[in-house]
């Protein structure tokens, strides 16, 4: 069975930095893509990053809102999907999804909320 | 970017009805279209990819149609477990964009 469980959400002052990770199992990690999304609270959803497999160079693509703040990296050895936020601001207060996949994704985390706020 | 319109955003539909969500594209995007079902306090569910492949498990009554710029998402015989807020997503550019979403109540 596919699983993802995110984690590293919280309570953040603007400015200052959170790592989210994205621990996967159930299916061989480096043969796929992973994504973040993140929904705003009662908002819609919305796409922060990309990055795909080692075998089509790793490549990264990212939001507008979170260029140069935002890093997305994998362990395919630990089967595990981070996200590096920095410079985080009332704006990026969401919850945060990973899925498995950057065109169809059909495999969901259960969320990490992330609070931005003094 | 390409600007996804979804309308309506909400929706009152009795047990039975037949309704129907539509999303228009701001530009050609190739049926590079998914629909996504929201129910509350959960993460999103893919429903239909491609513009019209049902995902696997995904009931029948759920059908996707379009090309182009304009798609719709129908449920033709409405349950109550289909309360829920309802998006669709580009995947044929970068960024992915969604519309605003539809959310769909039970009269």
């Known amino acids: 069975e596919v699983q993802l469980v995110e984690s590293g959400g919280g309570l953040v002052q603007p400015g200052r930095s959170l790592r989210l990770s994205c621990t996967t199992s159930?299916?061989?990690?480096?043969?796929?893509?992973m994504s973040w999304f993140r929904q705003a609270p009662g908002k819609g959803l919305e796409w922060v990053t990309f990055?795909?497999?080692?075998?089509?160079?790793?490549?990264?693509e990212y939001a507008a809102s979170v260029k140069g703040r935002f890093t997305i990296s994998r362990d395919d050895s630990k089967s595990i999907a981070s996200l590096q936020m920095n410079g985080l601001k009332t704006e990026d207060t969401a919850m945060y999804y990973c899925?498995?996949?950057?065109?169809?994704?059909?495999?969901w985390g259960q969320g990490t909320l992330v609070t931005v706020s003094s | 970017d390409i600007q996804m319109t979804q309308s309506p955003s909400s929706l009152s539909a009795s047990v039975g009805d037949r309704v129907t969500i539509t999303c228009q594209a701001s530009?050609?995007?190739?049926?590079?279209l998914n629909w996504y079902q929201q129910k509350t306090g959960k993460a999103p569910k893919l429903l239909i990819y491609?513009?019209?492949i049902l995902e696997t498990g995904v009931p029948s009554r759920f059908s996707g149609s379009g090309s182009g710029t304009d798609f719709t998402l129908t449920i033709s015989s409405l349950q109550p477990e289909d309360i829920a807020t309802y998006y669709c997503?580009?995947?044929?550019?970068?960024?992915?964009?969604f519309g605003q979403g539809t959310k769909l109540e039970i009269k």
């Open positions: 899925t498995r996949g950057f065109e169809t994704p059909r495999h």
């Open positions: 159930g299916f061989t990690f480096g043969d796929f893509a």
């Open positions: 990055i795909r497999r080692k075998a089509h160079g790793g490549a990264t």
């Open positions: 530009q050609d995007i190739n049926n590079y």
């Open positions: 491609h513009a019209s």
């Open positions: 997503q580009q995947y044929d550019n970068v960024p992915r964009t």
